[in-house]
């Protein structure tokens, strides 16, 4: 039993943490939306399609709501939620949309933020302005 | 005996992560190809060079398939395959490539894809079109 | 007590990483400067301001440096150093400055250096030449 003891603190530690993928939107696409192994969810670039048209809104604003409600559908579907991120990525094409992007992203959040860069990007598939990524570990 | 069950949990637990570096293509440049700490391989940024000539080939599908060897087989010195991979990030200074890029990558990987994010990067250095990065997390 | 041995190796296990972020020079910006979960702390993206005058520095070798104390300082609140960091990216809105970053970024590690990526950005916040973010894993 002692060794039962030690064999299961082994196979638990080793760490059996199970995996699982996420489809994206476009499930033509090689890529998932997401990736869980354990607690930790990598969550893959997401931009603020008009869930309608499919289509970039011209409002940048509006383009900065549809890709967090992207995003977070994402983290929801690993069962997390914004709060849960850790660390986040936003590419933006035009930097002088930083203070509309903070102030849509701010809102998502109950706490404390996650770390986060804010980069210049080249130009983004679409012609979107924003594409966001990021990590989450599951709080407990 | 049941004291020992304990320690040996709580030492496993702590949890001895071992930490290994792998030497880059180039082993005068400050970073490591890829670090791999437990079961998590950290991968550096590749490019797409020729390896018989060092330089990144005219031809956007050929670079895009040098890169992706060149990421495998940073992979295969930590024991990885591109299957083990749950995140990455593409960045592309000519996003017009984009179709050219997934062809090339989706015939990397035998299952599900990682989540991914495929970046407008501005100019990469020795004029590359393509820069891939990620982190794989073994499968057990 | 051979169950208590049991039902420890899972609580371990399970495995109540605490989580801590600290705040960023700027508090009124919606990001944590890094938060550590457990023996992981995820940097933000960190720039070189001058920390006298708030500014981007017009010497860009000046502009790494600062940079780069500025995120040794971030892992120095999380306890740890450069030689902690696994995976690091850097974005350049002017790759011909390669040298003069990786002749700055050199001195800051006394071992191996974590895997890195350096891209070329678009137009960074504030004029800035570079930013960078990272990972780390605390060595034991």
């Known amino acids: 039993m002692n060794k039962l003891a030690i064999a299961l603190s082994l196979a638990l530690c080793a760490c059996a943490a199970p995996r699982?993928?996420?489809?994206?939107?476009?499930?033509?696409?090689?890529?998932?939306?997401?990736?869980?192994?354990?607690?930790?969810?990598?969550?893959?670039?997401?931009?603020?399609?008009?869930p309608q048209t499919g289509a970039i809104p011209e409002d940048p604003a509006a383009e900065a709501g549809?890709?967090?409600?992207?995003?977070?559908?994402?983290?929801?579907?690993?069962g997390m939620t914004m709060d849960d991120l850790v660390q986040v990525q936003v590419f933006c094409a035009d930097v002088?949309?930083?203070?509309?992007?903070n102030a849509?992203?701010?809102?998502?959040?109950?706490?404390?933020?996650p770390a986060r860069a804010f980069i210049g990007s080249g130009q983004l598939l679409r012609g979107a302005r924003f594409e966001i990524l990021g990590t989450a570990v599951r709080r407990h």
Chains 1, 2, 3 share one sequence.
């Open 20 to 50: 699982r993928s996420f489809a994206p939107a476009d499930a033509d696409l090689p890529f998932s939306s997401g990736v869980l192994v354990g607690d930790t969810y990598y969550v893959a670039g997401h931009l603020g399609r008009d």
């Open 66 to 78: 549809f890709m967090l409600d992207a995003f977070a559908a994402s983290l929801a579907r690993a």
């Open 96 to 101: 002088s949309l930083y203070d509309t992007f």
């Open 104 to 113: 849509a992203y701010r809102r998502r959040f109950s706490g404390e933020f």
